[in-house]
Structure formats: C-alpha cells, structure tokens
C-alpha cells in the first residue's frame, strides 16, 4: 500500500513538473516570439518611416524647386527684354506689366535704378508693378522710407553676375503676406551694371507642400536659418535657428542648426522636448539655400505597434507565433509590392503634369483673335509618348501672323524639355522682330549655348502679311509645307542646318505670295513617316493625294481627315512618333 502511494506520488510530481516544464516553454516560447516580432516589427517600421521621410523630402523639394525654376527661366527668358527697357524711362512700366500676364506665378516686380538714373525721378527710382486681385497696379516705391540701397538684396545683385534669391519676408506693399523675390542685375550696352530687376513670389503654397501631420512635424528654413514653416504657426518669420537653439534644451536644437549652417542632407535620432524623435533633413528649392526637415516622435511612430503587442501578449499564445509570422511575411511582401505602386504612379502622376504643361504651351484659340478675319488656323499634336518634342505656335502683330513648326530629336522628356524652350524663344524673339531669317538665327545662337545633350531641332517659320497675302519664310531642315490652292505644291526650301547645331549660322530667307483661299499645310516627319504593322510608311505620295481630296476644307477638317487617315493606315499599331499638323487659310477677299 505504502508502496503504491509511493509510485502515485512520484507520478503526480512527475506530472507537475512537466505541467510547470510546459507552461515555463510555453511563456518563454509566447515571449521570445513576442520579443521577435516586435523587435522585426519595429525595425521595419523604421525602415519604412526612413523610405517615407526620403520620398516626402524629395517630393516636396521638386514641387518646391518646380517654382523656383519655373521663376528662374521665365526671368530668363525675358532678361535680355529688361535689359533693353531700362534704356528709355516710358518702356519700363509697359515691359513689367507684360513680364506680369505671362508670368502668373509672380506677385510683382520691379527695377531699382541708382542714385537720379533718370532726370527728373529723384535720387530714389523703383518703378513696381503689382497683383491687386485681378488687376495690375503700378506705382513707384522707392522712397526715404524705402531706401533700397543699404538692402543686401539690392547691394548683392549689383555686385553679382547672376540672379539671387532673397530671404523671405513679410510684403507691406503689394500681397500683404509671406514673400521671396528673385533678383537679377540689368546691364547697359558697354556691360556695366545699372540697375537689379526683382520679381516676388508668394509663398502662401509653401502651407500646402509642408502640410502639418499628427505623425511627422515639417520645418522649413530659409538660407540665413529663419522659419518659413514650423509646426507652430506663430513662430513663422518670427525666429532664426539660433533663437529656436536657445528656446529647447534639447538636441534637436543642435541638429537643426548644422543642417541649415552646413546645407547638409541626413538623418539622426534626437531629444525633442524630452522625447526621443527621429529626424531626416535636406537642402531644397534648388538656388533659394532652403532647408527642410521632417521630425518623426517616437510614441507616435510606434504608437500602433505598442497597440499590438499588448493585444498579443494578452490573447494570444504559440499559434499567434506562426500567424504573426505568416502576416508579417505577407505585410513586408505587400509593402514593397505598395512601394513599386506609389513609385509608379507617382512617376505616371508627373508625367501626366508634364504632358498637361507641355499641352497648355500650344495655342488653343482658332483663330488667334476674334478681330483677325484674314485667316483661319486650327493645329493639333498628338505625342508618341506621355512627352514629346514637337512643337507648333503663332501670333498675330501688326497685321503680321507669325506661325511656326518643329521637330526635337528624340522622344520623352528630353525633347519636351528642349521643345519648352524652342516655344518660349520662338515667342520672346518673334515680337522683337518680323524677319524669320534673324528669328532663325537668334533662335539657333541660344539653343547652340545651351545644347549640352546634341540634340536638335528642325524649324520651320513663316511670317504673313494679312494685307497683302505675301509669306517670307526660313527653314531649318524641316519638311516642306504643302500650299493647297488652285492647284497642289510644296514651298521651295534652302538648304539650312536644324537649330542647335551650330551657333552662327546665316540662315536664309525665301518669300512667295499666298493666293486668297489657299491653305498652307505644315507638319512634322511624324504624319508621312507614321507606320503599320509591317512597318509599311504612309508616305509623302499617300498624304499629297489625301490633302488633294481636301483642297476646300476648313483647317480643321483638313486636319482631322488627316487625322483620322493616319489612325486607320496604323489600325491600331503603337504610335511611332509625335504628329503634328497646322493649317493656315488664308481668306482675306
């Protein structure tokens, strides 16, 4: 008896001890696959707050340097127009309201003279232009009260070569809110300076880039360390770098004040208010000498995951190892597959803005006046892919229409790039002059300067006289516009070189008369090179006899037909170059 109560005893402690030998593997399986999946969990979590920061930091650089740039070329664009006002007092005003409508990013612009420039303006001389809502308003600034010549902005670009941007500052005069103005020095004939043109741009879009999350705390800084954009909105413009430093004893104050001194780019982990943050910061704005900086808290970082892992340790056991296993698997698969799908559509979404700027540069109104009654227009251009490098345009001035079609080498957002500045040359010269051979020429001397990539572009521009019906004209290696009257034929072409080529080069300027009812057809290589399946060509023969079909169509008929035409030969085959088409009907009695 004794015995067996001996056995039982020995198997009931053998039972406890492995109950206890259990439940002790169970707890220190439950937490080390707790201690695993959080320590997995949190480093992922990390490396994806570190791919957000990146993204929204280079995000939020290009929109801002998108500005800049888009500020930094129209100025330049326009820089040899500024130059050339300043040598008659009456031309000043008129040249910064034009510099206003073609530019609607800025808020106003001015040209500061020095001490009596002009007789009779006085020792200060400011003549600025400015938004008023909808309207242009001008008056001259420059005063006692607004003595512009012990300014760094002013003394600055007298004695630079090249256009600045100036701090940020509050606008009294005209908008009334956050400001920064781009400054660039005027010269004279002999290349003396004599004057600094400055346009402002509101940087109330600044609010809308740097938007304020629970989860990420944005500071913007502008060159000389002061706060643009900060999560609190009352130290905007209020404070520099060093007074914030003295404001938190903390080591986020540090690490602010190298990134802005030093234009570095990085990331580190900091003390922010007793609280440990991670930061990640970056020079943005292209020339501005801007700093931003993205600031990520802790408990706000892993705020959900502490979630998590209490709902884990309390409710679950070794089956939620193998699940938290097989879902952290599959949210570290779906991540990067989520990553791939930004990354794309972000890269679509861009393209998607460059074909609509690309798109609003063409003209859109047929014809380019409602009092233009001599001749009717219409064109269309059609890119290969979401960019492209054709290009066509007109304008009508002093009973003159001014038209002209090209052609960039290559595809993609190069030769949109290429095709942008060809466009806005073409309109900047053609108002300084009525000679397409001179228009030519300088066209060819800027884009020769710039051509870094070799890429070119053939041209075509025509200048008709509504009157009278006669066309002077001067090609660049483009196709031959089609005169569609009484009878079909091509325009006789000189040899010349495509623009970009060669800077110098004289071109040739050729002239013929338009009969009333004729159309001037012109086009690039993509409608008579269009191709099919089996790469069959549509042709020059195919599309001479298709416009002859046409003779007495409106332009748009004519192009649409053509359109159509195109399409159909290709029955669906991938568009092998951008097309474009401009019809000109001359129909003065």
């Known amino acids: 008896m004794k015995e067996n109560n001996s056995i039982n005893n020995r198997w009931r402690q053998l039972q406890t001890r492995s109950g206890v030998l259990l439940l002790l593997t169970a707890a220190i399986l439950l937490q080390a696959g707790s201690a695993i999946q959080y320590y997995f969990s949190r480093n ?48 000043i005003y008129p040249v910064l309201h034009r510099l206003m409508m073609l530019n609607p ?52 670009a007298m004695a630079s070569d090249h256009g600045l941007w100036t701090e940020p500052y509050i606008d009294s005069i005209g908008s009334e809110g956050m400001v920064c103005s781009y400054v660039v020095p005027l010269c004279d004939a002999s290349g003396r300076t004599v004057a600094v043109f400055a346009a402002d741009v509101l940087l109330d879009w600044l609010g809308d880039i740097c938007e304020q999350e629970a989860s990420v705390y944005t500071y913007l800084f502008s060159d000389a360390g002061r706060l643009m954009v900060c999560p609190d909105s009352s130290m905007v413009m209020r404070y520099t770098m060093e007074e914030v ?51 990520f808290p802790d408990k706000e970082i892993y705020k959900g995951l502490h979630h998590v892992s209490r709902i884990l340790i309390i409710s679950m056991l ?29 890269i679509g979404s861009e393209l998607l803005i460059a074909h609509n700027i690309q798109m609003g540069m063409l003209p859109k109104t047929f014809p380019p006046s409602p009092d233009c009654k001599e001749v009717t227009i219409y064109g269309s251009l059609e890119p290969a892919k979401e960019v492209g490098g054709d290009l066509y345009d007109f304008h009508v001035q002093n009973d003159h229409l001014l038209f002209c079609v090209g052609d960039v080498s290559g595809k993609g957002v190069p030769a949109s790039l290429m095709m942008a500045v060809t466009r806005s ?14 228009i030519m020429k300088r066209i060819n001397d800027s884009l020769s300067e710039m051509n870094e990539n070799l890429l070119f572009v053939t041209f075509f521009v025509g200048i008709l006289d509504l009157k009278t019906g006669h066309l002077s004209y001067s090609n660049a290696g483009h196709c031959a516009p089609v005169i569609i009257g009484s009878t079909l034929s091509t325009l006789k ?46 042709g020059e023969k195919r599309m001479m006899a298709e416009l002859e079909k046409m003779g007495s169509a409106t332009p748009r008929q004519l192009i649409d037909h053509m359109s159509a035409e195109i399409h159909r030969f290709e029955n669906g085959t991938e568009q092998s170059d951008d097309l474009t088409m401009l019809a000109i009907k001359y129909t003065k009695a």
């Open 493 to 538: 072409m000189d040899t010349n070189i495509p623009l970009g080529v060669m800077s110098g080069w004289d071109y040739t300027k050729q002239e013929c008369h338009i009969d009333p009812g004729s159309i001037i057809f012109l086009y690039t290589d993509g409608l008579n090179e269009a191709q099919d399946a089996v790469y069959n060509q549509f």
């Open 44 to 91: 992922g979590i990390r490396e994806e707050v570190s791919k957000r920061a990146t993204s929204e930091l280079e995000v939020r650089s290009l929109k801002i340097e998108q500005m800049v740039a888009r500020v930094e070329t129209a100025i330049g664009n326009l820089h040899w127009t500024l130059e050339q006002s300043i040598v008659h007092q009456d031309s």
């Open 425 to 438: 040359l073409f309109r900047t010269v053609s108002y300084q002059t009525q000679q397409p051979d001179e």
């Open 245 to 295: 430093a003295s404001l938190y004893n903390d080591t986020l104050a540090a690490h602010l004040h190298r990134a802005v001194h030093q234009d570095l780019q990085g990331a580190a982990v900091v003390d922010y208010n007793g609280e440990k943050s991670h930061i990640y910061y970056s020079p943005v704005g292209g020339h501005t000498g801007w700093s931003m900086l993205l600031l």
């Open 105 to 156: 990013d800025l808020v106003g612009c001015a040209i500061a003279f020095p001490p009596n420039y002009f007789k009779g303006t006085g020792y200060w001389y400011e003549p600025y232009v400015f938004r008023n809502g909808d309207v242009l308003e001008d008056k001259q600034i420059g005063s006692a009260n607004h003595d512009y010549f012990n300014t760094h902005w002013y003394t600055d």
């Open 318 to 346: 070794l089956g939620l190892i193998l699940l938290g296993f097989i879902l952290w698997r599959t949210f570290r698969s779906m991540r990067n597959l989520g990553e791939v799908r930004a990354e794309k559509e972000r």
